[in-house]
């Protein structure tokens, strides 16, 4: 799901509603527009492949120190 702060799912779909008409060759605005939200999405997958094989990984290294529970997620993340 990547539709939080960042609405890209709505910016995808608004997009994808300008070029689906009769004429299906894509004009340049909208092949830019499409390089700018594939760009923030680039962004924020990375922003939380950080977060999930990063932070969380600190978060439950501190807690185990602690003797608490660890965090534990179902992703599979490739750490940097």
Not at 12 to 18: D, I, P, Q, S, V
Not at 68 to 77: D, Q, S
């Given at each position: 799901m990547i539709n939080?702060?960042?609405m890209l799912n709505a910016q995808?779909?608004?997009?994808?509603?300008?070029v689906d008409q009769h004429d299906p060759?894509?004009?340049?605005?909208a092949k830019e527009r499409l390089t700018?939200?594939?760009r923030q999405w680039?962004?924020?997958?990375?922003?939380i492949q950080r977060t999930l094989?990063?932070?969380?990984s600190q978060y439950n290294e501190l807690f185990k120190k602690a003797g608490?529970?660890?965090?534990?997620?179902?992703?599979?993340?490739v750490k940097p």
């Open positions: 939080f702060p960042s995808y779909f608004e997009l994808k509603g300008f060759r894509m004009t340049q605005s700018d939200i594939d680039d962004d924020y997958q990375s922003y094989g990063n932070d969380i608490v529970p660890a965090l534990i997620t179902n992703e599979k993340v």
